[in-house]
């Protein structure tokens, strides 16, 4: 047997190589809140930072969502192709954190709550090789008003009390923010946000368009929206407006 000295490639061609790894651009969650049809399964809210050219090795997407008692499954595109996830036990890419006493479960390969209500789901992605880790979280549905006109206006990632949206009780139902403490004008304007660890509050922010509830998702700053002392903003989270009144 003979063996030559140690040699090195700048590169080399291959008959076959398999495609890069990435997270998905968008996502989509689906569940028994919408009877299991893609058709109509919301889209998960990219945080801001997320990559916007397809080619990003991490990402955050979220939703604030009424799940009633059952299963829901989150995959990129809107059907079932093979790559949707659920609950996989006992695999080290998949962890799942209920923070907000949902009973949040296995079940049939689903995540399942076994209490109804309000959450924040948040999907948190990272390649490695060609593995992509996930960490699914279902926290509190908590939504602030942020801005010159909350109650507390400080611009800070606290989470402030004073500025608490209320939750409704029912999938159709409105988030109410508090009066607003002050008249806004300009750049402050009427702006809410919900919490998730490792972020700052404008990179999960939201604001009323003309009716519409519109994400600032992975863009600039959003047109501002002014409001006067003692309004408040309604929000509807499972059809989408928002409303100053």
């Known amino acids: 047997e003979i063996t030559s000295n140690t040699v090195s490639f ?19 969650i689906v569940g028994q809140y919408n009877g299991w049809d893609w058709g109509s399964a919301f889209d998960m809210i990219p945080a801001n930072g997320n990559a916007t050219d397809g ?27 093979g790559g949707e996830v659920g609950y996989v036990e006992n695999d080290p ?18 995540m ?3 209490k109804a209500g309000w959450y924040l789901v948040v999907v ?14 279902v926290n509190e549905p908590n939504v602030y008003l942020m801005g010159s006109n ?32 002050h008249d806004t004008d300009g750049d402050g304007g009427v702006r809410a946000h919900v919490r998730i660890d490792g972020y700052d509050w404008w990179k999960t ?8 509830l519109e994400y600032r998702g992975t863009g600039g700053d ?17 059809k989408g407006t928002g409303e100053i009144k």
């Open 93 to 110: 890419l998949y962890t799942y954190v209920d923070n907000a006493g949902s009973g949040l479960k296995g079940d049939g390969g689903n």
């Open 10 to 28: 700048a590169s080399f061609r291959c008959p076959y190589s398999l495609p890069e790894v990435y997270v998905p651009k968008e996502y989509f």
């Open 150 to 181: 909350a109650p507390v206006n400080d611009w800070s990632d606290e989470h402030h009390e004073e500025n608490l949206f209320t939750v409704p009780a029912d999938a159709d139902g409105d988030f109410v923010s508090p009066a607003f403490a």
């Open 124 to 137: 948190r992605m990272t390649v490695e090789g060609r593995d992509i880790i996930y960490k699914f979280e």
């Open 222 to 238: 959003q047109e501002r929206v002014n409001g006067t002392k003692g309004q408040k903003l309604y929000i509807n989270f499972t």
């Open 55 to 81: 080619k990003g090795k991490s990402g955050t997407y979220w939703r604030l969502i009424y799940l009633p008692e059952g299963g829901f499954k989150v995959n990129g595109v809107k059907e079932w192709d």
């Open 205 to 212: 922010e939201f604001i009323p368009l003309a009716g519409k």
């Open 112 to 114: 399942a709550v076994t």
